[in-house]
């Protein structure tokens, strides 16, 4: 290759989660893999994501912090990124839209931090996806909630009643930035979510990854087995400790990337 050939036009996916999303990552990219059979399969992955991860504030979940998905390095590497990217197939995804609630955050603001990252997305991929929050929550149970806020943020004192208000109130706000932002609100039916509501079940993670990302389904699929990615993000605190990760963190034999922040 000359000095004035660039490398071909490679895909595209950006992710932004907590805790479904970094179930289901693998998964995404294994269906993605798959559904594209023999042709290039080379894709940038970018993902801000993690275990109780806010839109907005560093979170904690046991001994690690992460910085809110609004504050992380994933934009400015996006700004960065020189790779020519094919944008046919660019995909945008903004999930798991909640946490905040737990920690005290107000709708209006949730819902700025999200427009900001759609503001971001939307001029860098053809397809956007936002999922609504998923109609289990707002069949919870006192017991229920009342155990999942000790999960998520045991200092959180919501109750009920305002828990589900504010679940009502994010949950049509998103259905308006998805409107306006020209992107596909995704709904999973409510029997995917498991006991607590919020987490897709492992049975429905490929179907769940299929419809997120509008692909085929592929027959030669290997067999499923979710986990967290071993990979550190960009920036984290382990036991009060700033740690910085280069990225891209995963290079595959494809060319293909994955960048976590």
Same mark, same amino acid.
Request: aromatic share 10%; glycine share 6%.
């Given at each position: 290759?000359?000095?004035?050939?660039?490398?071909?036009?490679?895909?595209?996916?950006?992710?932004?989660?907590?805790?479904?999303?970094?179930?289901?990552?693998?998964?995404?990219? @294994?269906?993605?893999?798959?559904?594209?059979?023999?042709?290039?399969?080379?894709?940038?992955?970018?993902?801000?994501?993690?275990?109780?991860?806010?839109?907005?504030?560093?979170?904690?979940?046991?001994?690690?912090?992460?910085?809110?998905?609004?504050?992380?390095?994933?934009?400015?590497?996006?700004?960065?990124?020189?790779?020519?990217?094919?944008?046919?197939?660019?995909?945008?995804?903004?999930?798991?839209?909640?946490?905040?609630?737990?920690?005290?955050?107000?709708?209006?603001?949730?819902?700025?931090?999200?427009?900001?990252?759609?503001?971001?997305?939307?001029?860098?991929?053809?397809?956007?996806?936002?999922?609504?929050?998923?109609?289990?929550?707002?069949?919870?149970?006192?017991?229920?909630?009342?155990?999942? @806020?000790?999960?998520?943020?045991?200092?959180?004192?919501?109750?009920?009643?305002?828990?589900?208000?504010?679940?009502?109130?994010?949950?049509?706000?998103?259905?308006?930035?998805?409107?306006?932002?020209?992107?596909?609100?995704?709904?999973?039916?409510?029997?995917?979510?498991?006991?607590?509501?919020?987490?897709?079940? @492992?049975?429905?993670?490929?179907?769940?990854?299929?419809?997120?990302?509008?692909?085929?389904?592929?027959?030669?699929?290997?067999?499923?087995?979710?986990?967290?990615?071993?990979?550190?993000?960009?920036?984290?605190?382990?036991?009060?400790?700033?740690?910085?990760?280069?990225?891209?963190?995963?290079?595959?034999?494809?060319?293909?990337?994955?960048?976590?922040?």
């Amino acid at each position: 290759m000359t000095n004035t050939e660039r490398p071909p036009a490679r895909t595209r996916v950006v992710a932004l989660g907590a805790s479904n999303l970094t179930r289901l990552l693998p998964v995404m990219m @294994r269906v993605r893999f798959a559904a594209f059979g023999q042709a290039p399969t080379a894709c940038e992955w970018f993902a801000a994501m993690g275990l109780g991860r806010s839109y907005g504030v560093r979170s904690r979940f046991l001994f690690r912090q992460l910085p809110g998905i609004d504050d992380c390095g994933l934009w400015s590497a996006l700004a960065a990124a020189e790779t020519p990217v094919d944008v046919e197939n660019t995909t945008g995804v903004v999930t798991d839209v909640g946490n905040d609630i737990f920690y005290g955050v107000e709708v209006e603001q949730i819902l700025a931090w999200v427009e900001r990252a759609l503001q971001q997305l939307r001029p860098l991929v053809r397809r956007l996806v936002i999922t609504g929050v998923p109609a289990s929550v707002f069949e919870l149970g006192a017991a229920r909630f009342w155990l999942m @806020r000790r999960i998520i943020v045991p200092s959180c004192k919501l109750d009920l009643a305002e828990g589900k208000r504010r679940a009502h109130a994010l949950h049509d706000g998103l259905r308006v930035l998805a409107e306006r932002y020209d992107a596909q609100f995704y709904l999973a039916p409510r029997d995917w979510y498991g006991w607590d509501a919020i987490h897709v079940k @492992r049975r429905h993670w490929r179907t769940f990854s299929e419809q997120v990302l509008d692909l085929p389904r592929a027959a030669d699929l290997p067999r499923l087995r979710g986990r967290t990615l071993p990979v550190a993000p960009d920036l984290r605190w382990m036991f009060g400790r700033e740690q910085r990760t280069p990225q891209p963190a995963v290079r595959m034999p494809d060319g293909t990337t994955l960048s976590l922040y």
